[in-house]
């Protein structure tokens, strides 16, 4: 009997060295790793149908003899053609990729379960399909109600793994199982939400009995994961609370008043609410650590200029850190602006300043001659140290590295946090990556501003396009074509903006025209930024560079390139760089890819301008792990827990981790054992990577 889940993979049946070692690259070395090994999805043979009574269209299940293999060469890849019966009549499956390693796993004679849908050419035919070899009348495993896939690796398939190898291995194990192996969730928790017990959750996940079982031992396993991540942050809060406020703020101070008088317009309903919460925070007993979301153009930056305000007259510095020079001079740009004529410093720390600029900033910044601090991944050096740092502000905040915000927030003595972010956050994502935060949204744009019209439209439509372009910049707007520059060593992405530019500049002659990319000298696009800021350029050529931070109220037209190959809430940040002004303004995205799936995933930016529905829509899509910067919060894969959909489970986990921490800081208690052992060995050494340490 297996009593311990620290068993080695090679003490289990059916595993030699060569499976030992292709588990190993899968990540899989101890009984418990195998166990949490899921499938990638199931098949239901619980009900087969009989080929000579498939419908065109629909998808299920077919068990038959193969009859015949064929590997038929095209133009420039072969075909592997299949062909199956059951005595009522003949399937064809059908496999484009994959074929060499397909073709071997079958023989004539085999009797093979697959799924599928039903298509017609002459004749029924699959393609695709999910399969198995199985034997008729002894292979219990392989046919007959629900059956696990899982996920193979080449390596797992050239040590002989394959669903059916990995089906017999788990049942192998579950059959020496020891009972009394613990639960990690307390039993407590297990009847206070009709949880199932571990054993019997992970049996019916590799052996479900029905689909109903099969969806409780999900759940079960979806808490599990909602309430470890849960448990990080909760240990976050706990700490943050146990933090005296080094830079406790007791007074508003003239600075804030003069500031407000002097602003040429009434702050919006919004920003008068969040910055009312910010002044409570850096007044309490403990530091500030506030998220503020808000769309592009919402007003985060004069929230932002506030906080500050009131740091400053209670003696303390503010440094806000942008990730780009062309964000970081914006802002400066702003606080000059604002705090020059109140008799406050401010200074801009870039990369690329002369050594001697550098040196007397730095002297004058420890020396707190300068209040506030705005700059890059300068901020970050070692030799660059404040005298009273009071508030970090963190802009774009998931453009940045964990260790990175901890670097500048370490220059302080618990110096309060304001993180911003245009990329608005779906709540339940939000929940779990910034958990241990408090969140402000600013959710009002300031009056007068026109919601951006957004039209997709094909390459054919471009002529008509440019007749736009052109009178709108003879009406004296001025205009952005974005090209997709995903990394600066795609040399061939580089090349189409600098061929777009070229033939552009042809089309618009009559024009300025300028380009404007990562590679571009600093120098060269701070010249071609101000210039663009003086309406001296009318149609600016560029990568994403202009996402963030380029304010131009003038400019009107937003045309986007290969739009295809942008994320959704990569282009709402590019989208939001117009209408900054009174004017009606455009964003025209250029669909080149002409399938069906990414004209509708691009739909959605003509129906909506509201951000958060389509961070939403853009999480549906490419995964919660790939949009915004999940991965570097260092959070552990998700195998159940879906962050966008499983938000009642995450509310409840909450409650749950924030009760059982409370009652148990440490989990000490005797119930809570399996608990403490289970997060230590899979949670406890993320927590400084999420931000949490």
């Known amino acids: 009997m297996y009593d311990d889940l620290k068993i ?94 397909i073709q071997k796993a079958f023989s004539p004679g085999d009797t093979i379960s697959v799924f599928g849908k039903v298509e017609f050419f002459r004749g029924n035919t699959m393609t695709h399909p999910d399969f198995d070899i199985i034997d008729p009348g002894k292979d219990t495993l392989n046919t007959g109600g629900v059956i696990p ?87 976050k809060r706990n700490k943050i609370r146990q933090t005296p406020n080094a830079a406790r703020c007791s007074k508003a ?34 530091p500030m650590n506030r998220l503020l979301q808000g769309d ?12 500050a305000a009131i740091v400053t007259a209670n003696g303390y510095q503010t440094a806000i850190m942008a990730p780009t020079e062309i964000l970081a001079n914006q802002h400066y ?50 030799d660059v140290l404040f005298s009273h740092l009071g508030l970090v502000v963190i802009d774009e905040q998931h453009r940045f590295g964990v260790d990175q915000r901890a670097a500048l927030i370490g220059k302080g003595m618990h110096p309060h946090v304001l993180a911003m972010t245009a990329t608005p956050i779906p709540r339940t994502l939000s929940m779990t990556l910034y958990g241990d935060m408090d969140i402000s949204v600013i959710d009002e744009l300031p009056p007068g501003r026109i919601p951006v019209k957004t039209k997709v439209v094909d390459p054919g439509r471009l002529p008509g396009v440019y007749d736009f372009l052109e009178k709108e910049m003879t009406s004296g707007r001025q205009v952005y074509v974005v090209y997709p520059l995903i990394a600066e060593s795609e040399r061939s992405d580089l090349q ?45 050529v560029s990568t994403t ?3 963030v931070g380029v304010d131009n109220p003038n400019a009107t037209v937003m045309l986007i390139e290969n739009a295809e190959r942008f994320g959704l809430s990569q282009l709402h940040q590019m ?32 129906r909506s301008n509201d951000g958060f529905e389509i961070s939403e829509e853009d999480m549906r899509q490419r995964g919660q792990g790939d949009v915004f910067g999940a991965r570097q919060h260092g959070l552990p894969d998700l195998k159940f827990l879906n962050l966008l959909t499983d938000r009642k489970i995450l509310e409840t986990t909450r409650k749950a981790a924030v009760a059982a921490f409370t009652r148990d800081p440490h989990l000490l208690l005797p119930e809570n054992k399996e608990f403490r052992r289970y997060f230590l060995d899979h949670y406890f050494k993320k927590i400084h990577y999420a931000g949490i340490g």
């Open 8 to 101: 080695p993979v090679i003490r289990l049946p059916l595993i030699g060295e060569k499976r030992q070692s292709a588990l190993a690259e899968a990540g899989i070395h101890t009984l418990e790793d195998l166990l949490y090994y899921i499938p990638r999805d199931y098949l239901d043979r619980s009900s087969v149908k009989p080929i000579g009574r498939l419908i065109t269209g629909e998808e299920c299940t077919v068990v038959g003899e193969v009859r015949q293999i064929k590997l038929i060469p095209a133009r420039k890849r072969k075909i592997l053609k299949v062909e199956i019966s059951d005595g009522s009549g003949l399937l064809t499956l059908n496999w484009f990729h994959g074929t060499e390693w």
């Open 149 to 235: 896939v899982y996920p193979l690796t080449q390596n797992l398939r050239q040590s002989g793994f394959s669903s059916r190898a990995f089906r017999r291995l788990f049942a192998a194990v579950m059959d020496n199982l020891d009972p009394g192996i613990p639960d990690c969730i307390p039993d407590s928790m297990l009847r206070e939400f009709d949880l199932s017990p571990f054993l019997e959750a992970v049996r019916q996940i590799h052996f479900p009995d029905s689909p109903e079982a099969l969806q409780k031992a999900k759940h079960r396993f979806k808490f599990q994961e909602s309430l470890m991540l849960q448990s990080m942050l909760a240990i």
């Open 253 to 286: 101070g003239d600075i804030l008043h003069k500031l407000y008088r002097h602003l040429p317009f009434e702050p919006t309903g919004a920003q008068k609410r969040v910055i009312k919460e910010i002044y409570t925070d850096l007044g309490a007993e403990v």
């Open 296 to 307: 592009v153009g919402c007003g985060k930056t004069l929230v932002a200029s506030m906080a």
């Open 333 to 382: 740009e702003h606080f000059k602006k604002e705090f020059d004529r109140l008799d406050v410093r401010s200074c801009l720390m870039t990369g690329k300043m002369t050594r001697k600029v550098r040196d007397a900033l730095r002297e004058a910044i420890v020396s707190g001659q300068i209040p506030i601090v705005i700059g890059t991944h300068a901020l970050l050096q070692e």
């Open 496 to 540: 189409a903006v600098e061929k777009g530019y070229e033939d552009l500049s042809v089309r618009f002659a009559n024009f300025r025209i300028a380009m404007l990319h990562g590679k571009t000298k600093k120098e060269e696009k701070d010249r071609i930024m101000s210039a663009f800021g003086r309406n001296e350029i009318q149609l600016l």
């Open 545 to 547: 560079v202009i996402e």
């Open 575 to 606: 989208r939001g760089r117009v209408g900054r002004g009174g004017a009606v303004s455009w964003c025209i995205l250029v669909r080149r890819n002409t399938a069906d799936t990414a004209y509708e995933r691009l739909k959605i930016m003509e």
